[in-house]
């Protein structure tokens, strides 16, 4: 894919090594993280199927599923049957003598049922790091359920704020709890790696969707504690800042941000109306946020008769930030992000997301793609009689 010079220069964590006895999103996210910064991570599948996430999305025609695809890049695969006892030996000993790193997201107990769980590893082997990733957490009520990222935007509060008050309930349309739980668990690997590097003694590091889905809600719980009544959804918009969201214009929506006096008294000049600042309704804020219908219902009729760009280059101008609400094929075609680099590609292969870091300027580069079913048995696990 790259010379090994390019890649000896992005990666920050080479000669690290990861098991990633995972599945679905969230550990494979994880993984792919610490793959991108230059360990070598080893996935672990069954046999037979695999990664549930190898028959989600569309299919590549070499048949490797988008999802699969997007999440397991720059990783070496194999399969153990954790149902063979000398499969089991033969992982736990791998783990115990040549990774540094062991990340899981097993249904609770069964880790533990195979001899590969983090308290009993870590004890045979002191600088291991282990990290869980669980659904509900390790302790309370909830600890033995599983659990999908839907899941946790419902039970976590995040589908109650998100949409529009007076429509049923929708979910965030990426998967935010997975991967943002594979970001934490991330987080947690690399402190856990900088402490050893001072110690000498590894440690288990836990994280769960549901911690991460209930973490994202830092500003609804403050704004619950100042009056005790649940947050409103907002739709486009913000809590407590106006105008500051989406507006039909013309040929597709644009997003305004004009949440301070300073911008919305530009905004005014844009929209033809300075004789705003002078409505009591919309003064500060405070004012315009509590008035925000009656504020949407004067700027609606007018950015609605001009596009996107008209506004845009009108609201450049002045400095307003504005932004449309572009496509996933718009995103990827726009020049910001072609100028960035960060979908890459190799050898004319497909085009995947890349890390949202770089280096000295540099982004690590895509080192190789997802694994086939087994691809690496040989080169790992050492050829079979």
């Known amino acids: 894919m790259v010379n090994e010079e390019e890649l000896q220069a992005h990666q920050p964590l080479a000669g690290v090594r990861v098991v990633e006895i995972g599945t679905s999103v969230a550990a494979p996210y994880a993984a792919w993280i610490l793959g991108s910064l230059g360990a070598d991570v080893v996935k672990v599948e069954r046999p037979g199927p695999g990664d549930d996430a190898r028959q989600w999305g569309r299919m590549f ?5 988008s999802y699969f695809s997007a999440l397991n890049r720059d990783k070496r695969g194999i399969t153990v049957d954790l ?20 990340l899981q997201n097993m249904r609770p107990g069964r880790v533990d049922k195979y001899g590969l769980g983090g308290d009993e590893l870590t004890v045979s082997n002191p600088q291991l790091i282990y990290c869980n990733l669980g659904a509900f957490g390790k302790v309370g009520p909830l600890k033995e359920r599983p659990g999908y990222d839907p899941l946790m935007q419902a039970y976590g509060g995040i589908m109650a704020i998100t949409g529009e008050d007076g429509r049923p309930p929708i979910r965030v349309g990426t998967s935010i709890v997975d991967m943002g739980t594979g970001l934490w668990c991330a987080v947690g690997i690399l402190a856990a790696l900088r402490r050893r590097d001072e110690t000498g003694k590894g440690c288990v590091v836990d994280a769960s969707l549901y911690e991460t889905g209930v973490a994202w809600m830092t500003n609804s719980v403050a704004s619950a504690g100042v009056d005790g009544r649940n947050p409103e959804r907002q739709g486009s918009g913000a809590r407590g800042m106006a105008p500051y969201q989406a507006y039909a214009a013309s040929d597709g929506h644009l997003v305004i941000a004009a949440p301070n006096d300073r911008l919305f008294e530009r905004l005014t000049g844009v929209l033809g109306h300075p004789e705003w600042l002078q409505d009591p309704r919309f003064r500060t804020n405070q004012d315009r946020y509590n008035n925000l219908p009656e504020l949407n219902a004067l700027i609606e009729p007018i950015v609605v008769a001009q596009p996107r760009s008209y506004w845009q280059a009108e609201l450049d101008k002045v400095g307003i930030p504005n932004a449309p609400v572009q496509q996933v094929l718009e995103m990827m075609a726009d020049p910001q992000t072609e100028a960035l680099g960060i979908i890459q590609d190799a050898d004319g292969g497909p085009k995947l997301m890349g890390m949202p870091l770089s280096f000295d300027g540099e982004r690590p580069p895509l080192s190789r793609y997802a694994p086939h079913l087994g691809e690496h048995n040989d080169e790992i696990k050492g050829k079979q009689d």
């Open 61 to 65: 025609p070499d048949g490797q599923s």
């Open 83 to 102: 149902t063979d006892e000398t499969e089991r030996a033969w992982l736990r000993e791998f783990c115990l003598t040549e990774v540094d790193v062991v």
